[in-house]
């Protein structure tokens, strides 16, 4: 199942629009101010989760009023716990059974929350779940083991790559315009920013570690 997470961070509602058309999710869920979203669109997430602390108290009685239908399924926890929203948001989406996550909205002015996402990432993970960053300009993942982009399905013209562990050893990239083969990407070090895809499909494959890898448009 695909399920679309909505957070409270930066949003542009027709890019929102626009991909949620283009895309099928078996559940929705909204995180605190993101609420703010399928109230303006008058639509209905299947579960909404966070602290609200940072939605406007009349959205949130807005869907409040909704339970009665089933629907949504309200998790409000207190602010002062270990977890952010999103990370709660995510836990969810797992516990409902949830192979691949999209999560819009967890980017922004916040870089405390941004890289805290990132961190998410790595434990939807660690769960064997397909979890990924979507904004208008960037996509991004976290892999432990090697995959392959088709140029017609990146996401924009980059591809960059970040250790997110030490080193990643053997690195291999073929199709792509900088090409490495069994190298080591050590953290603290450039190397791995601003590639492109010159081949049809590019591959990314390595021994061991852990990539942040973001794909960005201008």
């Known amino acids: 199942m695909e399920t679309l997470i909505i957070s409270g961070g930066k949003l542009e509602s027709e890019f929102v629009r626009s991909y949620i058309r283009q895309n099928s999710f078996g559940l929705v869920i909204a995180v605190d ?47 002062e716990k270990d977890e952010t929203d999103t990370e709660l ?7 409902q059974g949830s192979h691949c996550i999209h999560l819009l909205g967890a980017t922004g002015s916040r870089m405390d929350h941004v890289i805290g996402n990132f961190h ?3 434990a939807a993970m660690q769960r064997g779940v397909d ?7 960037n996509r991004v993942r976290m892999i432990s083991q090697g995959i392959a982009i088709k140029r017609e399905d990146q996401y924009g013209s980059y591809v ?17 315009k900088y090409p490495l083969d069994h190298d080591t990407l050590e953290c603290y070090h450039s190397l791995g920013v601003s590639n492109e895809i010159v081949e049809n499909e590019a591959e990314i ?11 960005s448009k201008d």
Request: hydrophobic share 45%.
């Open 120 to 122: 998410l990432l790595g």
């Open 33 to 79: 101010a993101g609420m703010e979203f399928f109230y303006k669109e008058k639509m209905i997430p299947d579960y909404i989760v966070g602290d609200f602390d940072s939605v406007e108290p009349e959205i949130l009685h807005s869907f409040q009023n909704m339970v009665q239908e089933r629907r949504p399924v309200i998790l409000q926890f207190q602010p």
């Open 205 to 215: 494959s390595f021994e061991d570690g852990v990539l942040l890898v973001i794909e």
């Open 131 to 137: 979890c990924r960053i979507v904004d208008k300009h």
């Open 160 to 176: 960059s790559l970040f250790p997110f562990s030490p080193q990643v050893k053997g690195l291999t990239l073929t199709g792509f």
């Open 89 to 95: 948001a995510i836990r969810t989406a797992m516990a």
